[in-house]
């Protein structure tokens, strides 16, 4: 059975797609079939982050001009990927997400969603189609209440939290803030992925941080949140 993981935050910026990037090629080398989906219509950056060339992409599935066998692509890192058209503009398509995600069921073992920031209709339909969903946030107020407004969404939408990555994380700010968000959100912090310049370093190369910089401080954080989602 295939398993869906969408990765979700309140707002933009908060480190949503580098964490559904790492979580995924982290999977992937613990033996798991993994699918990087990009459902971020509005502004996707999975296959710039990548520096792949993706001639079909997710947008002509939903609109029906090909299939989804047809947008899934290989990383060098042997994961697959589904790209979006980092250069459509929005619009209404034939076809609806949910169903395009249904056909990748026997595909791969889990998918992880790289969903749209806050709670649009294409977050929305992420959600309600995975199984489990991951919330980004980072180490400030706003987005730790942000979270909490993301973790209420999914559970009425019929997913469950699998809980949040704190994403730039400070050494000052890791003694208080996962603790202060789980109280907050009544959810578990999975991971805190410290401030890492690496990383910065990997989108420049266009390359997944758990394997340009593998011993990097972030690495080891998404290592370790990878192997609490392989079960």
């Given at each position: 059975?295939?398993?869906?993981?969408?990765?979700?935050?309140?707002?933009?910026?908060?480190?949503?797609?580098?964490?559904?990037?790492?979580?995924?090629?982290?999977?992937?080398?613990?033996?798991?079939?993994?699918?990087?989906?990009?459902a971020n219509l509005s502004?996707?950056?999975?296959?710039?982050?990548?520096?792949?060339?993706?001639?079909?992409?997710?947008?002509?599935?939903?609109?029906?001009?090909?299939?989804?066998?047809?947008?899934?692509?290989?990383?060098?890192?042997?994961?697959?990927?589904?790209?979006?058209?980092?250069?459509?503009?929005?619009?209404?398509?034939?076809?609806?997400?949910?169903?395009?995600?249904?056909?990748?069921?026997?595909?791969?073992?889990?998918?992880?969603?790289?969903?749209?920031?806050?709670?649009?209709?294409?977050?929305?339909?992420?959600?309600?189609?995975?199984?489990?969903?991951?919330?980004?946030?980072?180490?400030?107020?706003?987005?730790?209440?942000?979270?909490?407004?993301?973790?209420?969404?999914?559970?009425?939408?019929?997913?469950?939290?699998?809980?949040?990555?704190?994403?730039?994380?400070?050494?000052?700010?890791?003694?208080?803030?996962?603790?202060?968000?789980?109280?907050?959100?009544?959810?578990?912090?999975?991971?805190?992925?410290?401030?890492?310049?690496?990383?910065?370093?990997?989108?420049?190369?266009?390359?997944?941080?758990?394997?340009?910089?593998?011993?990097?401080?972030?690495?080891?954080?998404?290592?370790?949140?990878?192997?609490?989602?392989?079960?």
């Amino acid at each position: 059975m295939t398993k869906f993981i969408s990765i979700v935050s309140g707002k933009g910026g908060t480190g949503k797609t580098v964490t559904a990037i790492n979580l995924a090629v982290a999977l992937k080398s613990l033996g798991r079939d993994v699918i990087l989906f990009d459902a971020n219509l509005s502004s996707p950056n999975i296959a710039l982050y990548l520096g792949m060339k993706t001639p079909s992409t997710l947008n002509d599935v939903l609109s029906g001009k090909r299939h989804i066998r047809e947008a899934i692509y290989l990383h060098p890192s042997s994961l697959k990927i589904v790209p979006a058209d980092i250069y459509a503009l929005g619009q209404n398509y034939p076809k609806k997400l949910s169903s395009v995600l249904l056909d990748l069921i026997g595909k791969a073992e889990i998918v992880i969603i790289d969903s749209a920031s806050g709670l649009g209709r294409e977050t929305l339909s992420a959600i309600s189609s995975s199984d489990e969903s991951i919330i980004v946030a980072n180490p400030t107020a706003a987005s730790i209440t942000d979270s909490y407004k993301m973790v209420k969404a999914v559970e009425s939408l019929g997913s469950t939290a699998a809980g949040i990555v704190l994403n730039r994380v400070t050494k000052s700010q890791s003694a208080v803030f996962p603790e202060a968000i789980q109280n907050y959100t009544q959810s578990h912090v999975i991971a805190a992925i410290p401030e890492d310049r690496n990383i910065e370093k990997s989108i420049s190369i266009s390359h997944p941080v758990v394997c340009s910089h593998p011993r990097s401080p972030a690495s080891v954080e998404f290592k370790k949140a990878a192997e609490l989602l392989n079960i």
